[in-house]
């Protein structure tokens, strides 16, 4: 992440995302999901780089809370993204087992056995592909140098040598002041 920054990090990771999840949908061979399986850990890379984002932009007394909020919304995409495939599922008509009950291989087996030689092997890949490059074209909009000095409304300590207050003790000089008391406006 340090050598090609944070946005650049996310869009790389979503790219990887994108090819992965259309490898899965496409795929037709066992050692494509296989392949497919690789790419994604390289698409692991795009939550940290986020994360960073998020923690360089907001200010040091919401640290936790915006690390939350975006903890649970991948939580709740993490839950219901399952419902949503299986819903796509559904609605392409796959189903994963035969009529015996056994799983099948590669192939789904579709309502209609005629129509099964025109089936996508994985749309709720490529819905979850389409979906990915949304975020993708989103992302590309991140500011690329951002920083608690440059946000709108950022906290600017004014000094003003008539009401100067220390956190520290009188006559304790530099080394007894904590870093961390003083830029607190307290």
């Not at 009529?99 to 087996?109: L, M, Q």
Request: hydrophobic share 40%; aromatic share 8%; charged share 10%.
């Amino acid at each position: 992440m340090r050598s090609i920054g944070n946005k650049n990090t996310i869009l790389l990771g979503l790219g990887f995302q994108i090819l992965q999840l259309a490898w899965y949908g496409f795929g037709s061979q066992p050692w494509m999901i296989w392949a497919a399986g690789a790419v994604a850990a390289m698409s692991s890379i795009t939550f940290p780089a986020i994360s960073a984002i998020v923690s360089r932009n907001a200010d040091p007394d919401q640290q936790g809370v915006v690390q939350g909020m975006i903890t649970g919304i991948r939580g709740l995409c993490n839950g219901l993204g399952p419902a949503l495939y299986g819903f796509v599922f559904y609605l392409f008509h796959v189903e994963l087992t035969d009529s015996d009950g056994s799983e099948k291989g590669a192939k789904p087996n579709m309502a209609n056995p005629t129509d099964e030689s025109a089936i996508i092997p994985g749309p709720p890949f490529l819905f979850g592909a389409c979906s990915v490059l949304l975020s993708l074209l989103v992302a590309l909009f991140i500011p690329e140098h951002t920083g608690p000095g440059m946000r709108p409304g950022a906290y600017k300590k004014h000094s003003n040598g008539a009401q100067s207050h220390s956190h520290s003790p009188q006559g304790s000089g530099a080394e007894g002041k904590e870093p961390l008391l003083e830029d607190s406006s307290v």
